[in-house]
């Protein structure tokens, strides 16, 4: 069974940074694509970041592109998300999640079947 659980959410002044970090049980990560997403209230979901755990290819979203790394730590089974120059418009609960059998990146939500339980981000002007 797959778990994933998120850490590293907070209050951050715009042009600042924050970490989210996601660790995923079970003897799966390695054949898993990771993504984080995020939701604003009132906004649909949005694709953030992908990263293909096999192959280490990356997928950014064009909003986060430049300002967002997704990175990953085999030896730990976490996905981490990077986030510098942080603005207002960040501000959402981001959440990890994991897809298999998926053969690269996606910022489709529906490919991916397994959900962390979210941490919220805000980002004051």
């Known amino acids: 069974q797959v778990q994933l659980v998120e850490t590293g959410g907070g209050s951050v002044q715009a042009g600042g940074s924050l970490r989210l970090s996601c660790a995923v049980s079970?003897?799966?990560?390695?054949?898993?694509?990771m993504g984080w997403f995020r939701q604003a209230p009132g906004k649909e979901r949005e694709g953030v970041a992908s990263?293909?755990?096999?192959?280490?290819?990356?997928l950014y979203a064009g909003s986060v592109k430049g300002r967002f790394t997704i990175s990953q730590d085999n030896t730990e089974s976490t996905v981490y998300l990077q986030m510098n120059s942080l603005k207002p418009d960040d501000t959402a609960t981001y959440s990890c999640?994991?897809?298999?059998?998926?053969?690269?990146?996606?910022?489709?939500?529906?490919?991916?079947?397994?959900w962390g339980q979210g941490t919220q981000v805000t980002v004051s002007s």
């Open positions: 999640a994991a897809g298999f059998a998926l053969y690269g990146t996606t910022l489709y939500s529906t490919s991916y079947r397994h």
């Open positions: 079970g003897n799966t990560f390695r054949r898993a694509t």
């Open positions: 990263i293909h755990i096999a192959s280490g290819a990356t």
